[in-house]
């Protein structure tokens, strides 16, 4: 496996992501690829979790591509939290690796995490490139549509994704964000593209009731795993990674 920094430059920020490749002793292999989009950190920033970095190692083990990056505002990417803003990190992260002559562009599978799943879906009803598309622990809107966003911006700031005091310079329109993204809105969209939706049925955040409304309006083909026992953060559980990756191996294997 080789690992290779990258920076995207997104609306006049810095994006800081790796693209991990599998070893290849035939330098014209196209490999399927998977990018991961984390969500909203639970706390500051750790340079020492290498988590999405082994998840990545792994990854590459089963012969996929691999690119992971910071949204902006988290990690070592510049800017401020802003859920559209999140969505134009991912079409440029998509940008990227379809550019990259390693990536076979017909196996280009994005796998999101809470909020990075909900635009995971937005981006993947807006873009054809994405060939399928996993979502664990999903909204199927954020609360912040229609309640108070001070609560979600203190947490932002608390966490270290909002670091400009002065942002955002409207909290209506950054409000209205998430109303525009909110994947309840997009979830069809996906469709002809392969759709799988994991949620845990002890989710203390969001209920798996929005995992099932999600379903209900998604187009086929689409399954939803529910997993008994399990509560809001699968990417640190081995079951719902071992669902989603084998649902992909089986996609690249069929291609």
């Not at 810095?14 to 330098?27: D, K, N, R």
């Not at 292999?29 to 970095?53: E, N, Q, T, V, W």
């Not at 909020?115 to 937005?122: D, E, L, N, T």
């Given at each position: 496996?080789?690992?290779?920094?990258?920076?995207?430059?997104?609306?006049?920020?810095?994006?800081?992501?790796?693209?991990?490749?599998?070893?290849?002793?035939?330098?014209?292999?196209?490999?399927?690829?998977?990018?991961?989009?984390?969500?909203?950190?639970?706390?500051?920033?750790?340079?020492?979790?290498?988590?999405?970095?082994?998840?990545?190692?792994?990854?590459?083990?089963?012969?996929?591509?691999?690119?992971?990056?910071?949204?902006?505002g988290a990690g070592l990417s510049q800017g401020n939290f802003d859920i559209l803003g999140w969505a134009h990190d991912l079409h440029a992260a998509i940008d990227y690796v379809h550019e990259r002559e390693e990536i076979d562009r017909r196996?280009?599978?994005?796998?999101?995490?809470?909020?990075?799943?909900?635009?995971?879906?937005?981006?993947?009803?807006?873009?054809?490139?994405?060939?399928?598309?996993?979502?664990?622990?999903?909204?199927?809107?954020?609360?912040?549509?229609?309640?108070?966003?001070?609560?979600?911006?203190?947490?932002?700031?608390?966490v270290g994704i909002i670091k400009d005091p002065a942002f955002p310079p409207s909290v209506e329109e950054w409000r209205a964000n998430f109303r525009e993204v909110s994947p309840i809105r997009w979830i069809d969209r996906v469709s002809p593209?392969?759709?799988?939706?994991?949620?845990?049925?002890?989710?203390?955040?969001?209920?798996?009731?929005?995992?099932?409304?999600?379903?209900?309006?998604?187009?086929?083909?689409?399954?939803?795993?529910?997993?008994?026992?399990?509560?809001?953060?699968?990417?640190?559980?081995?079951?719902?990674?071992?669902?989603?990756?084998?649902?992909?191996?089986?996609?690249?294997?069929?291609?």
């Open positions: 496996m080789s690992a290779e920094q990258v920076t995207l430059h997104v609306d006049g920020l810095a994006i800081a992501g790796e693209i991990h490749l599998p070893v290849s002793e035939h330098s014209t292999s196209h490999f399927p690829c998977l990018i991961l989009c984390h969500g909203i950190p639970a706390g500051p920033y750790d340079p020492s979790d290498r988590s999405y970095a082994q998840l990545a190692e792994r990854t590459t083990g089963l012969g996929f591509a691999v690119f992971i990056f910071n949204f902006r196996l280009l599978f994005v796998l999101g995490s809470s909020a990075g799943a909900a635009v995971s879906v937005y981006v993947a009803a807006h873009d054809p490139r994405v060939s399928a598309l996993a979502c664990l622990a999903c909204p199927a809107r954020f609360g912040v549509e229609k309640g108070d966003a001070n609560r979600l911006l203190d947490q932002s700031r608390r593209r392969p759709l799988l939706l994991i949620h845990g049925e002890q989710d203390e955040l969001i209920p798996v009731g929005q995992a099932s409304a999600l379903f209900d309006k998604a187009k086929d083909p689409k399954e939803l795993v529910l997993l008994p026992g399990l509560g809001h953060r699968l990417r640190r559980e081995e079951k719902p990674m071992q669902v989603a990756l084998e649902r992909f191996r089986r996609l690249s294997s069929t291609t």
